[in-house]
């Protein structure tokens, strides 16, 4: 059922750094591409999203960078902080369908 | 604005058994997502409910069935448990039924541990 691979599975990066992960599609009927936090014990909590009209979106410190014609979309987190230190999804869905197709995470660690 | 909140937390049940997930949906929100997250994996799509009826369904089998009541809250009901359907179950709420214009919120989620 996964369409949307996710890369690197986890992450070390320390305090200042950036962090990138890397996610690929296959269903160019997607719209929708969202990415989602998720701590321990928390459910996921969208952080920042794209649609596909647009290559970039920036939100403070987090960056969707977006490649239609590759299929391919990443996320930034720049000045990476200990408190980043979670697990992200990326996720991709069809417009006003929520049967959102997740990657499988990246779990990211920041060293302070 | 409150959350989405779900209940219980944890359960753990034995194969065989069935089990009832509940879910209030945040305030504002008319619809309600169910997916499973297995370990170390993301989450998968269960179904969507909308205006009380079913709108949407991923690949899971008929023991999986939901409901969604008039104040928008949503039950997901889960026959003959196996030992696969052992699981973080989360409930998602949002304004529309998907897209940009209605992202989800997500629930803390209801572990599941089948014996």
């Known amino acids: 059922q996964q369409q949307v691979k996710q890369s690197p599975q986890s992450l070390i990066v320390q305090k200042g750094g950036i962090s990138i992960i890397n996610c690929a599609y296959e269903n160019t009927a997607f719209d929708y591409f969202p990415w989602y936090q998720q701590f321990p014990g928390k459910g996921p909590a969208l952080l920042i999203a794209i649609r596909p009209d647009v290559s970039e979106k920036k939100e403070g410190r987090f960056t969707i960078s977006f490649n239609k014609s590759a299929k391919q979309f990443s996320l930034h987190i720049m000045d990476s902080q200990p408190g980043d230190s979670a697990t992200y999804f990326c996720?991709?869905?069809?417009?006003?369908?929520?049967?959102?197709?997740f990657g499988a995470g990246t779990r990211l660690t920041v060293k302070p | 604005e409150t959350g989405v909140t779900q209940s219980p937390t944890h359960l753990i049940k034995t194969r065989g058994q069935q089990v009832t997930l509940r879910c209030s949906s945040q305030s504002g929100h008319n619809t309600v997502s169910w997916y499973q997250q297995a370990l170390g994996q993301g989450p998968q799509f269960i179904f969507q409910?909308?205006?009380?009826?079913?709108?949407g369904r991923g690949n899971f089998p008929p023991r999986f069935s939901g409901l969604q009541f008039p104040n928008y809250s949503s039950e997901l009901n889960v026959n003959a448990l196996e030992l696969d359907d052992s699981a973080l179950y989360l409930c998602a709420s949002s304004k529309g039924t998907g897209g940009y214009n209605s992202p989800l919120h997500f629930g803390n989620g209801t572990r599941l541990t089948v014996t």
């Open positions: 409910y909308y205006r009380e009826e079913e709108n």
């Open positions: 996720a991709a869905s069809v417009y006003n369908n929520n049967d959102m197709r």
